[in-house]
């Protein structure tokens, strides 16, 4: 029995590796995390050698290897991502959670048919065959929630997996095998079709409730920039309006310089024209960036400001072509911009005051706000970035951000320094 149980064990742990290498973003290359993945799976074999060889019968090995094992398991899944979130451990124990399936199917094989070979020929065919069935259905799904970065609720999707290997375990093989209570068959099988219908439905459903996200900021990007290039339109037709009228006053204009000229009065002239060039740069449509995108956004946030009475010093150098996704730039930057001006819309003018910086250039990515801020910030524990004082989590803006944040592999921070609330994203490509 110990040798039939070790060579599940084998086949086990190499579907194992397979399903963390094939459902984890690499943080290494492909050739160095196949090596790290055989390495594991070297030190998981070693390890079963001492539960079912030189200790068989000591419940107290059974336990300690495998608790040993489960840790190193769900180490090498955080070590081998790109990013040691929640998604790599949701990944891990769903890993361990689906090789102790095909091991249960295997042991009821052996139970009805009595054939080894064949038990053991069955559970690598039930192993291929649920591969090759999480690959078509959420494989996709996992990797582009690693890749975006959407931790809302990851943790706790970590306790599905947690507690259908706890299930199956003591079900199936620890205190009582399913040797020793065969009854518990139908009840075992029942679970198992019960977890894989449950990690396809809640990820099928993380993944619309991401997309609805997503569609709420395009359409709210969008909206703002619609809005700004109305505002930009009026304002257009403001300049045109107003140039008409400086065109139509030329005439009077130039027979005050000829006349200023019989008279030899220089300086007077000087004057005029002056005067007349400053009128011209008055009407002339302010472009804050030469991105047409971000300056249309801009505008529309400079637009909002000037009407709350906001003093605004913007400095913005975005070019034309990017690096980076154009439309969720400017996400960002409106989100940073409009969460500033929420913040001190309601205090004295003197401390209605916003410092806002956006460059995108040599290959780094700079934005910074700074704003008056009145009171205590409440951070979170781990991205210590400001929580929404209505539910105690990130507002959709900042959720946005941290996305777009670890998308680019950037980083980003805050700080309140002397009643200044300073905001900081970097990133370099």
Known sequence: MNDFTA????????????????????????????????????????????KLILFPGSSLCYVTVTILQIILTQSTAL??????????????????????????????????????????????AIHLV????????????CLNFQEKGYDKNCWELCLIPVFFYCSFSFIGFFPYTLYDHPENIPGIIFIVITMFVSYIA??????????????????????????????????????????KILHHDLRH??????????????????????????????????????????????????AKAISLDIKVDLDAK?????PVNEYELTLVIANLFENAIECVKAYEKEKRYIDVKA???????????????????????????????????HGLGMQSILAFTKKINGTVGCYLDDGIFCIILVAKF
């Open 253 to 302: 204009y130039s027979k005050i310089i000829d006349s200023l000229l019989e008279q030899k009065k220089y300086q007077e002239i000087k004057e005029v024209n002056r005067h007349i060039s400053h009128m011209a740069n008055e009407n002339k449509p302010k472009a804050y960036c030469a991105n047409l995108i971000v300056n249309t956004i801009l505008s529309n946030m400079m």
């Open 130 to 141: 649920l591969l090759i069935f999480l690959s078509v259905q959420i494989r996709e799904i």
């Open 359 to 393: 460059h995108c250039m040599d290959g780094q990515l700079f934005i910074q706000t700074k704003n008056e801020y009145e009171g205590e910030i409440l951070l979170d524990s781990v991205s210590r970035l400001p929580k929404s004082k209505k539910n105690g989590n």
């Open 79 to 124: 070590f081998i991502s790109k990013r040691k979130s929640s998604h790599a451990l949701f990944i891990g124990l769903s890993a361990s959670s689906y090789v102790i399936a095909g091991a249960i199917f295997a042991a009821i094989i052996k139970i009805y048919t009595g054939n080894s070979v064949l038990a053991l020929i069955c559970s690598a």
């Open 7 to 50: 060579i599940s064990y084998i086949i086990s742990h190499i579907f194992l590796m397979l399903f963390m290498y094939q459902f984890i973003v690499h943080r290494y290359s492909r050739v160095t995390t196949g090596l790290i993945c055989i390495f594991v799976f070297f030190a998981l074999n070693i390890l079963d050698s001492f």
């Open 318 to 322: 975005i070019p034309k072509g990017l």
């Open 202 to 243: 809640v990820l099928r459903y993380l993944q619309s409730e991401s997309k609805r996200s997503a569609i709420y900021w395009e359409n709210m990007l969008r909206e703002s920039y619609i809005q700004g290039l109305e505002n930009r339109h009026y304002l257009v037709e403001q300049a045109e309006q107003n140039l």
